[in-house]
C-alpha cells in the first residue's frame, strides 16, 4: 500500500471515530499519566491551620509534630508559629524551618526551642525570643545539636546557651543583651562558620565562655562597641 493511501485510511477511520463519538457510540477517553506508564507522586493535603508536616502527615503544632517523629525524621515547618517547643532527651530530631519563624511571644514564658535530645536545624526561616530572660536555643548538658542555617534572635538574653554539644555550620544569630550573644556554659561549642552580633550599645560581647570547650574554624564576631 503506498504512503498516499495510508494516509487516506488513517483520515477516514479518525472521521468516522468523531463521527461516533458525537452520535454518542463511543467515548473517547484521554490517556492519563498513570496509563501512560508515568510514575504518580503523592502529595501531602494540609488542613487548614496546621503548622507542621513529617511525609505527608500534617499537624496543628510544632511540639505535635516533633512528638510524632520516630528517630532522624525531618519535621518541616509550614507556617510561622508563636510556641515554644521541647526536644526530649531520646529524640533525633532534624528540623527545617523553610522559611518560616517560630517565637516566644505574650505569655510564652520558656526559652524557644529547649533541646534535650539530638537535634539538626536546616532551612532559612527564624527563630526569635522576644520574651524576657529566654534563648532561642538553650541546648541543655548531655543534648548535642547542630546549627546549619537560618536567622536567630534574641531581644533580652543571649541567642544562644550551650551546657551540651553544639556545632554551628552557618547561620545568623543576634542579641541585645549585657553579656554574650552566644554563651559556651561548659559544653562543647564548634564553630565553622556563621555570624555572631551583640548590638548592645553598653557592653556585651559576641561570645562568652563560662566554661567548657570551644573550637572556631570559621565564622565572625562583632559587638556594637567592639
Known amino acids: 500500500m503506498t504512503k498516499?493511501?495510508?494516509?487516506?485510511?488513517?483520515?477516514?477511520?479518525i472521521a468516522m471515530l468523531a463521527s461516533a463519538a458525537a452520535a454518542g457510540a463511543i467515548m473517547l477517553m484521554p490517556v492519563?499519566?498513570?496509563?501512560?506508564?508515568a510514575?504518580?507522586?503523592s502529595v501531602a493535603t494540609q488542613a487548614e491551620g496546621d503548622v507542621a508536616q513529617i511525609g505527608e502527615?500534617?499537624?496543628a503544632t510544632l511540639q505535635a509534630a516533633i512528638d510524632a517523629a520516630t528517630s532522624g525524621q525531618t519535621v518541616t515547618l509550614t507556617a510561622n508559629v508563636n510556641?515554644?517547643?521541647?526536644i526530649a532527651a531520646d529524640d533525633n530530631i532534624v528540623l527545617d524551618l523553610g522559611t518560616y519563624t517560630i517565637t516566644n511571644e505574650n505569655s510564652n514564658k520558656a526559652h524557644v526551642i529547649t533541646n534535650n535530645g539530638t537535634l539538626t536545624i536546616?532551612?532559612?526561616?527564624?527563630v526569635i525570643s522576644n520574651n524576657g530572660m529566654y534563648n532561642a536555643i538553650r541546648n541543655e548538658t548531655g543534648a548535642t545539636v547542630t546549627i546549619n542555617s537560618g536567622?536567630?534572635?534574641s531581644n533580652n538574653s543571649q541567642v544562644l546557651h550551650n551546657k551540651g554539644t553544639m556545632t554551628i555550620?552557618?547561620?545568623?544569630?543576634?542579641?541585645t543583651v549585657n553579656t554574650q550573644a552566644v554563651t559556651n556554659s561548659f559544653g562543647t561549642l564548634t564553630i565553622t562558620g556563621g555570624s555572631v552580633y551583640n548590638g548592645y550599645i553598653s557592653g556585651g560581647t559576641a561570645l562568652g565562655i563560662i566554661g567548657g570547650t570551644v573550637e572556631i574554624y570559621g565564622g565572625s564576631f562583632s559587638a556594637f562597641n567592639q
Open 83 to 86: 510556641e515554644t517547643i521541647v
Open 151 to 153: 536567622t536567630y534572635q
Open 4 to 13: 498516499a493511501k495510508k494516509r487516506g485510511l488513517y483520515a477516514l477511520l
Open 39 to 41: 510514575e504518580t507522586t
Open 32 to 37: 492519563s499519566a498513570h496509563t501512560a506508564g
Open 57 to 59: 502527615n500534617t499537624y
Open 169 to 175: 555550620t552557618g547561620g545568623k544569630f543576634s542579641a
Open 122 to 126: 536546616n532551612g532559612t526561616g527564624s
